[in-house]
């Protein structure tokens, strides 16, 4: 009698395990798997580029090999930034507003 016990306790353990299937659970996923009772992050998804090609990786060199990115056209951005940022930090007085044509005026480099 014992030894029907165990199995039959056996048994039941190892259906309650197999009946929790793990898989894709989202129907719009390509791998979607519509026994999957458990979703374990393994959902995979066509990306729609628009019909343009995409590459797989960037290169910022010109035909003659030059750089195409100037460094220093990223500096002086950072530096009118950090005027920008200086000016709003000028509200933090009590009584002090900055103006909203100023603010304007430093993105748009006129002042």
């Known amino acids: 009698m014992y ?3 165990t199995i ?3 048994a039941s353990i190892s259906i309650s395990f197999g009946s929790c299937r793990k898989g894709c ?3 719009a ?3 979607y ?3 999957a009772k458990k979703e374990n992050n393994s959902c995979e998804y066509i990306i729609d580029s628009g019909g343009l090609e995409v590459p797989n990786t960037y290169s910022f060199v010109d035909q003659n ?3 195409t990115v100037s460094f220093s056209g ?3 951005r950072l530096d009118m930034l950090s005027e920008i940022v200086l ?3 000028t509200a933090n007085t009590q009584g002090v507003a900055v103006s909203a044509t100023q603010l304007k005026n430093m993105y748009a480099n006129n002042s």
């Open 3 to 5: 030894k029907y016990k």
């Open 8 to 10: 039959l306790i056996l």
């Open 25 to 27: 659970t989202d129907p």
């Open 29 to 31: 996923a390509t791998n």
């Open 33 to 35: 798997d519509e026994k």
């Open 65 to 67: 090999g030059n750089s």
């Open 74 to 76: 990223q500096a002086q």
């Open 87 to 89: 000016y709003m930090k």
